[in-house]
């Protein structure tokens, strides 16, 4: 019976722990799936945007399930995700370190350079969100003058003290930080980067 409760306790004790970790840490596992497996209403927005799609994945992470496109637009890879449901979330667009103007990238390495010794980055995408017709505007007619709300998701290499881990970052259109998340699992012990 003691052993019984002592387990009840610790169990109840471990889960608003983890809980609490989960805000901070990003768990996410990528699945490869058919695209009859994806709901009908995600398949049909895709197939109104300029994209070129090659492949659908289903994602797994802490607490929920999304579907996300895989896909190109102008030459670009692009992510379009969506919640289990099949209702839009965002767009990514990956780019170059380049195409981020200066003001924002100096304001974004400003932001890093307080929290790591040294950084690498390793993906940067432009995170599109809206309205459904506003994105397929941008997307489909490539109306840069649509209303769309644009963020800057970054996955990087952060090194703190000895440790390289890798985070996820995301910065407003400015360069201002919005969110931080480790990504879990992923630790780089002594490496140059």
């Known amino acids: 019976m003691i052993k019984h409760n002592l387990i009840t306790l610790l169990f109840l004790g471990v889960i608003p722990l983890a809980s609490l970790c989960?805000?901070?840490?990003k768990y996410e596992k990528e699945v490869p799936i058919d695209s009859h497996l994806v709901p009908l209403n995600a398949r049909?927005?895709?197939?109104?945007?300029?994209?070129?799609?090659?492949?659908?994945v289903k994602e797994?992470?802490?607490?929920?399930?999304?579907?996300?496109?895989?896909?190109?637009?102008?030459?670009?890879?692009?992510s379009i995700e969506f919640d289990s449901t099949g209702v839009l979330e965002d767009i990514e667009v990956t780019i170059d370190e380049k195409r981020v103007p200066s003001s924002i990238l100096k304001n974004i390495k400003q932001v890093l350079k307080q929290h790591f010794s040294k950084f690498k980055f390793a993906k940067i995408q432009l995170q599109f969100t809206g309205a459904d017709s506003s994105l397929i505007k941008?997307?489909?007619?490539?109306?840069?003058?649509?209303?769309?709300t644009l963020k800057y998701e970054i996955e990087l290499y952060g090194k703190?003290?000895?440790?390289?881990?890798?985070?996820?970052?995301?910065f407003d259109r400015d360069g201002l930080l919005e969110q931080k998340r480790e990504i879990s699992g992923i630790i780089f012990k002594y490496e140059n980067f």
């Open 160 to 170: 703190i003290k000895t440790a390289w881990r890798m985070y996820e970052y995301l």
């Open 44 to 56: 049909t927005y895709v197939s109104s945007l300029n994209v070129e799609i090659v492949s659908w």
């Open 22 to 25: 989960q805000e901070d840490i």
């Open 60 to 78: 797994i992470n802490f607490n929920s399930r999304s579907y996300e496109a895989k896909a190109l637009w102008n030459k670009l890879p692009t």
């Open 138 to 148: 941008r997307m489909a007619q490539n109306d840069e003058q649509a209303s769309i």
